[in-house]
């Protein structure tokens, strides 16, 4: 029997959305059976974008990986995962998730990362999930997510720059890391605030590396 978990404000257990090509999309919060399609999903992307996730790019997703990408407790650890929700569709694995971890240090950061399978990039799934997570981060209190940058990243250093009068940058250990004020928008203001337009270049294509990403392994992420 599929295990259910508690419903954190902030995260239906079940929303159905239609993307502007017309495919149906289910998002929920991820939950410990959800194992399998998070592994078929990992083996459907590239080596490049599995590198933008975990900076690195292993070629499947470790037990240890998958017990702590599925184990999360809907406050601190929160993680939103999509799959095709049109009648018929194959739904054996997930084609996007979203998840943020609080920083233990100020529990109002959080490192944030969105993942896209590559066939369903550029389609609008990196910008729904985003939403859907910054709505979760926004009922728990959560405020700020960090995401990091490599210096040679000039087309997102370029958006970076429209944030200067909110965000805070700092370099360390070879990259960026910004600290960006999540912003309070309705679904039509969304493509206008730059944070929004960074995260959804990170799902469809950009170099935007998020680093010590919450359920990367030590053996399997570049240092």
Request: with cysteine.
């Given at each position: 029997m599929p295990q259910r978990v508690r419903v954190w404000p902030g995260m239906a257990e079940d929303t159905t959305h239609q993307l502007a090509d017309g495919t149906r999309v289910h998002t929920r919060p991820l939950r410990p059976d959800d194992r399998e399609k998070l592994r078929n999903g990992f083996a459907r992307m590239s080596p490049e974008s599995k590198y933008r996730r975990f900076f690195s790019a292993p070629s499947s997703l470790s037990e240890s990986t998958l017990d702590y990408l599925t184990r999360t407790d809907g406050w601190d650890h929160v993680a939103i995962g999509a799959e095709l929700g049109d009648d018929g569709a194959d739904t054996s694995y997930g084609i996007g998730i979203a998840r943020f971890v609080?920083?233990?240090?100020?529990?109002?950061?959080?490192?944030?990362?969105?993942?896209?399978?590559?066939?369903?990039q550029h389609r609008g799934v990196g910008r729904l999930l985003?939403?859907?997570?910054?709505?979760?981060?926004?009922?728990?209190?959560?405020?700020?997510?960090?995401?990091?940058?490599?210096?040679?990243?000039?087309?997102?250093?370029?958006?970076?720059?429209?944030?200067?009068?909110?965000?805070?940058?700092?370099?360390?250990?070879?990259?960026?890391?910004y600290e960006l004020t999540l912003p309070e928008a309705t679904a039509d203001e969304r493509d206008a605030t730059p944070m929004y337009r960074l995260f959804r270049l990170a799902a469809e294509g950009l170099r935007v590396i998020f680093r010590r990403v919450p359920g990367s392994d030590p053996d399997e992420r570049a240092e």
């Open positions: 609080r920083l233990p240090e100020n529990p109002a950061k959080a490192e944030a990362a969105v993942a896209v399978i590559d066939e369903m985003l939403g859907e997570l910054i709505k979760a981060a926004r009922a728990r209190e959560v405020s700020t997510f960090v995401c990091y940058v490599l210096p040679s990243n000039e087309p997102v250093k370029s958006l970076l720059h429209a944030l200067d009068a909110e965000a805070t940058v700092r370099a360390e250990e070879g990259v960026l890391t």
